[in-house]
Every structure is written in structure tokens, then in C-alpha cells.
T-cell receptor, first 115, second 114 residues
Framework: AQSVSQHNHHVILSEAASLELGCNYS??????LFWYVQYPGQHLQLLLK??????LVKGIKGFEAEFIKSKFSFNLRKPSVQWSDTAEYFC?????????????FGKGTKLSVIP | DTGVSQDPRHKITKRGQNVTFRCDPI?????LYWYRQTLGQGPEFLTY????????KSRLLSDRFSAERPKGSFSTLEIQRTEQGDSAMYLC????????????FGPGTRLTVT
């Protein structure tokens, strides 16, 4: 079965610092990749997704992610974080090559941005 | 609000009781998913419906769990003879059947089994 690793449990940054959150999935084949965000007190929302094409994906609120197939990675980046980015971030994968639609999530990374 | 809705938002029950949760997906979505999330973990897949047909079930979905989507619209998830280990957030999501469709999540039902 597919699994997803998120390298950082809790990241603390000052405003305007750059962000990179790591995400690796366990094996290859055709996959669809997602980053979801959960702001305090709110439900999961999609930040960005990769299905095919350009491996550099741009999402909402200035976030982007790069799919590197050879490294089984889909790291999330933002050049300059804001206090409002404080949230928990989840990487997820769908093993679309196996005909599945279930999302397999990582454990999440909590981001705290200090004003 | 046309998002995914779930009811109730919170449920406290005693061990051994049965509970039922409801999910109303986005109206034009024909796929519906149930996930469970415990503290410090990401959501874990439980089951998936395409219209009224239940097409995938996780090994996490024990005999005590049953899900239905009788008319291909709303869905219910029932847990019989609840155990303390069932305490979790139960999330519902829906999507269209377009190739590049993402899943939209509801606010979840938090279950506490005492």
C-alpha cells in the first residue's frame, strides 16, 4: 500500500521567512499528488494538486510544489510566509495507476508563523 | 453554503452504544468518501461510493462499521457497539468523476466514546 512521509512535525518561522515542507511517497507508478491545509478551527482545504504536465505546480496564496518523480517527492514551498499561513499542512497521494480514488495522507506538518 | 456538510458536529456516547453520522456532499458530486482522523495523524481512508455503489472499503472498516448511500446523494456511517478506540474525527469528502477532480472535505464529526 502507498504511504506518505512528511519530514517535519512542527515548523516555526518568522514572518517573511521562506518555507519548504518535505513530502515523499513510497512507490512509483502513476500518482496524483495534493497538498491540503487546515487552518485553526476550519476544515481541510486544497492548496494545490498535481495530475500531469508541468511538475512545478502553483496553488493558492502563493504556494507552489514541485513533483520530482525520481525522488518520489512533492515538496511544498512559499518564498515569504505570513502570520496567516499558520496552519497544519497535509501531503496526500492517490495511486491512480491502480485505479484507486482513495487519498493516502501524511501525518501533517504544523506551521507556526511568528509575527 | 454549497460545501460538504456533516451532522452532528460532535457526538459523545458511552461504550457499547450505536452512533450514526450523516454526510451531505456537494450536490453535483457523484463520488463520496469517508475518512477517520485521530490526534497527530493525517486522515485515513475508510470507504468510497460512486453514486449509490460502495466500491472501496479499507481494512480499517471493521464489521461494526457500515456505510450507506441509498439514493446516491447523502450518506450515513454507522458504528455499532462503539469502543473507546473509535474516538476520532470522522471526515466526509466528495468529488466529481472528472479525471482531475479533487476531493472537497466537510467539517467532520468528532466522536468521543466514554
Amino acid at each position: 500500500a502507498q504511504s506518505v512521509s512528511q519530514h517535519n512535525h512542527h515548523v516555526i518561522l518568522s514572518e517573511a521567512a521562506s518555507l519548504e515542507l518535505g513530502c515523499n511517497y513510497s512507490y512509483g507508478g502513476t500518482v496524483n499528488l495534493f497538498w491540503y491545509v487546515q487552518y485553526p478551527g476550519q476544515h481541510l482545504q486544497l492548496l494545490l494538486k498535481y495530475f500531469s504536465g508541468d511538475p512545478l505546480v502553483k496553488g493558492i496564496k502563493g504556494f507552489e510544489a514541485e513533483f520530482i518523480k525520481s525522488k518520489f517527492s512533492f515538496n511544498l514551498r512559499k518564498p515569504s510566509v505570513q502570520w496567516s499561513d499558520t496552519a497544519e499542512y497535509f501531503c496526500a497521494v492517490v495511486d491512480s495507476g491502480a485505479g484507486s480514488y482513495q487519498l493516502t495522507f501524511g501525518k501533517g506538518t504544523k506551521l507556526s508563523v511568528i509575527p | 453554503d454549497t460545501g460538504v456538510s456533516q451532522d452532528p458536529r460532535h457526538k459523545i456516547t458511552k461504550r457499547g452504544q450505536n452512533v450514526t453520522f450523516r454526510c451531505d456532499p456537494i450536490s453535483e458530486h457523484n463520488r463520496l468518501y469517508w475518512y477517520r482522523q485521530t490526534l497527530g495523524q493525517g486522515p485515513e481512508f475508510l470507504t468510497y461510493f460512486q453514486n449509490e455503489a460502495q466500491l472501496e472499503k479499507s481494512r480499517l472498516l471493521s464489521d461494526r462499521f457500515s456505510a450507506e448511500r441509498p439514493k446516491g446523494s447523502f450518506s450515513t456511517l454507522e458504528i455499532q457497539r462503539t469502543e473507546q478506540g473509535d474516538s476520532a474525527m470522522y471526515l466526509c469528502a466528495s468529488s466529481s468523476d472528472r479525471a482531475s477532480s479533487e476531493q472537497y472535505f466537510g467539517p467532520g464529526t468528532r466522536l468521543t466514546v466514554t
